[in-house]
């Protein structure tokens, strides 16, 4: 399966976003997919998870109550809701695949190519 991450952009502080994350094929009910970011000269940090099938969702402390993650089955996608964005929101946000519920990076084994968010301040 390959994933396509799209909807990031520029927007100030305190607005909303939301990212999708299109595969190609069918996701497995047992599958996790997850949102990662990663800002200039950090590493890679969780964001968000949904278990594909029973749809139960994990968040960051960072995020949480400000994030939501869904995903819509027919359309092989998920989403990730931002809002009441702040400017150390910004990162560039990836989606990706996991079998496992973890919200460590070297657990999820496919990845979409990245969408940039910008929150200005």
């Known amino acids: 399966v390959q994933l396509q991450a799209s909807g990031g952009g520029l927007v100030q502080a305190g607005g909303s976003l939301r990212l999708s994350c299109a595969a190609s094929?069918?996701?497995?009910?047992?599958?996790?997919m997850g949102w990662f970011r990663q800002a200039p000269g950090k590493e890679r940090e969780f964001v968000a998870r949904?278990?594909?099938?029973?749809?139960?969702?994990y968040y960051s402390d960072s995020v949480e109550g400000r994030f939501t993650i869904s995903r819509d089955s027919a359309k092989n996608t998920v989403y990730l809701q931002m809002n009441g964005l702040k400017p150390e929101d910004t990162s560039i946000y990836y989606c990706?695949?996991?079998?496992?519920?973890?919200?460590?990076?070297?657990?999820?084994?496919?990845w979409g190519q990245g969408t940039q968010v910008t929150v200005s301040s």
């Open positions: 949904i278990r594909w099938g029973a749809r139960t969702t």
């Open positions: 990706a695949k996991a079998t496992v519920a973890s919200t460590s990076a070297g657990d999820y084994n496919t």
């Open positions: 094929s069918r996701i497995f009910s047992s599958a996790v």
